[in-house]
C-alpha cells in the first residue's frame, strides 16, 4: 500500500504506540483521523488531524466512530487499533466485571471496528490491530488478558480467511512486553517484573512498514528474542 496520502483512523491514538504509529504515518504522508476516550489526550499526540471520541466499552460506538472517519476523510483504507487494558493476578482474583471490562476493551470492541471498516475498504484495504504475544504464550497471572488478546487474535485469523479474496489485508500484530507504562495502568492487580523485548521505536517501525509491505502477522520468537512473521 502506499502510505503516501493513505486514508487512516487510528483508534487509541491517545496511547504510547498508538501515538507513535500515528506520528509516523503522518510523518509518510497518510491523511489521519485520531480516535481515542479523551479529546485533549489526541490533541497532544501533535499530529494536526481531525480528533474522535469514543469509549471502547460502548460496542455501538466503536463502530459509528469508524464510520464518521470514513466520511470525514472520504474513504478509509487503513483502521488501527492500538487501545487495549491489562490486568493481572490469579484467574480467581479477577471477577466477572474485571473480566467483562478486559473482553469487551481488548476483543469486542475491536471486533466491532474491524466488522464496521470492512465494507468502508471498499475493495483492498488494510486492518492492523495490536494483540499481543499472550495469543501465542498463555501466561500465568494474566490468564484474563490472555484470553481477552487470545481471542481477538484467533478472530482476526479467521476474518483473514474470510476477507482473502476481497482484497483486505488482515495484520496481527503481537508485541512482546514494551515500556509504555501499560502494565501500570492495569485495571487489576500489579504487573510482575517484566523485561521489554522491544522499543516502541522499533515495533512503530514494522508496524508502519508492514502495512506497506501487506503483512499478515507479526509476532516475538521467544527463544530468538526477535520479531518473526509474514
Ligand atoms: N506495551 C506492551 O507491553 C504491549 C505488549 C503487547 C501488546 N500491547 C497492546 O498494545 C496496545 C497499546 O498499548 P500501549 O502499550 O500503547 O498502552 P497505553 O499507552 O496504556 O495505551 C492504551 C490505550 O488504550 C486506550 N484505552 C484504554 N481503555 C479504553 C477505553 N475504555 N476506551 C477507549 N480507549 C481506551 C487508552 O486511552 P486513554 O489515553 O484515554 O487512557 C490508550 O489510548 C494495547 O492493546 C496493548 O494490549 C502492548
Same mark, same amino acid.
Request: glycine share 10%; net charge negative.
Given at each position: 500500500?502506499? !502510505?503516501?496520502? %493513505?486514508?487512516?483512523?487510528?483508534?487509541? %491514538?491517545?496511547?504510547?504506540?498508538?501515538?507513535?504509529? *500515528?506520528?509516523?504515518?503522518?510523518?509518510?504522508?497518510?491523511?489521519?483521523?485520531?480516535?481515542?476516550?479523551?479529546?485533549?489526550? +489526541?490533541?497532544?499526540?501533535?499530529?494536526?488531524?481531525? /480528533? !474522535?471520541? =469514543?469509549?471502547?466499552?460502548? +460496542?455501538?460506538?466503536? %463502530?459509528? &466512530?469508524?464510520?464518521?472517519?470514513?466520511?470525514? !476523510?472520504?474513504?478509509?483504507?487503513? +483502521?488501527?487499533?492500538? =487501545?487495549? $487494558?491489562?490486568?493481572?493476578?490469579?484467574?480467581?482474583?479477577?471477577?466477572? $466485571?474485571?473480566?467483562?471490562?478486559?473482553?469487551?476493551?481488548?476483543?469486542?470492541?475491536?471486533? *466491532?471496528?474491524?466488522?464496521?471498516? $470492512?465494507?468502508?475498504?471498499?475493495?483492498?484495504?488494510?486492518?492492523? /490491530?495490536?494483540?499481543?504475544? !499472550?495469543?501465542?504464550?498463555?501466561?500465568?497471572?494474566?490468564?484474563?488478558?490472555?484470553?481477552?488478546?487470545?481471542?481477538?487474535?484467533?478472530? +482476526?485469523?479467521?476474518?483473514? @480467511?474470510?476477507?482473502?479474496? @476481497?482484497?483486505?489485508?488482515? =495484520?496481527? /500484530?503481537?508485541?512482546?512486553?514494551?515500556?509504555?507504562?501499560?502494565?501500570?495502568? *492495569?485495571?487489576?492487580?500489579?504487573?510482575?517484573?517484566?523485561?521489554?523485548?522491544?522499543?516502541?521505536?522499533?515495533? /512503530?517501525?514494522? &508496524?508502519?512498514?508492514?502495512?506497506?509491505?501487506?503483512?499478515?502477522?507479526?509476532?516475538?520468537?521467544?527463544?530468538?528474542?526477535? =520479531?518473526?512473521?509474514?
Amino acid at each position: 500500500m502506499d !502510505l503516501d496520502g %493513505a486514508r487512516v483512523v487510528v483508534a487509541g %491514538a491517545s496511547g504510547v504506540l498508538g501515538a507513535a504509529i *500515528a506520528r509516523s504515518l503522518h510523518g509518510r504522508g497518510a491523511r489521519l483521523v485520531l480516535a481515542g476516550r479523551d479529546a485533549d489526550r +489526541l490533541a497532544a499526540v501533535g499530529v494536526d488531524a481531525p /480528533v !474522535l471520541t =469514543f469509549d471502547a466499552l460502548d +460496542l455501538e460506538r466503536c %463502530a459509528a &466512530v469508524v464510520d464518521e472517519a470514513a466520511e470525514l !476523510l472520504g474513504g478509509l483504507d487503513v +483502521l488501527v487499533v492500538a =487501545f487495549g $487494558v491489562a490486568a493481572f493476578g490469579p484467574a480467581e482474583q479477577a471477577g466477572d $466485571v474485571i473480566t467483562e471490562h478486559l473482553l469487551t476493551v481488548n476483543t469486542m470492541a475491536p471486533m *466491532a471496528m474491524v466488522r464496521a471498516a $470492512v465494507p468502508r475498504f471498499d475493495g483492498d484495504g488494510t486492518a492492523v /490491530v495490536l494483540s499481543a504475544i !499472550l495469543a501465542d504464550h498463555p501466561t500465568a497471572g494474566m490468564a484474563a488478558y490472555t484470553a481477552s488478546k487470545a481471542g481477538l487474535s484467533a478472530w +482476526l485469523t479467521a476474518v483473514r @480467511q474470510e476477507q482473502r479474496r @476481497q482484497g483486505v489485508t488482515v =495484520f496481527d /500484530v503481537r508485541p512482546p512486553h514494551i515500556e509504555t507504562g501499560l502494565a501500570d495502568r *492495569a485495571i487489576e492487580g500489579e504487573a510482575p517484573s517484566m523485561t521489554a523485548g522491544a522499543t516502541v521505536e522499533e515495533l /512503530v517501525e514494522l &508496524v508502519v512498514d508492514g502495512i506497506r509491505d501487506g503483512r499478515r502477522e507479526l509476532r516475538y520468537d521467544l527463544k530468538e528474542r526477535a =520479531f518473526a512473521g509474514h
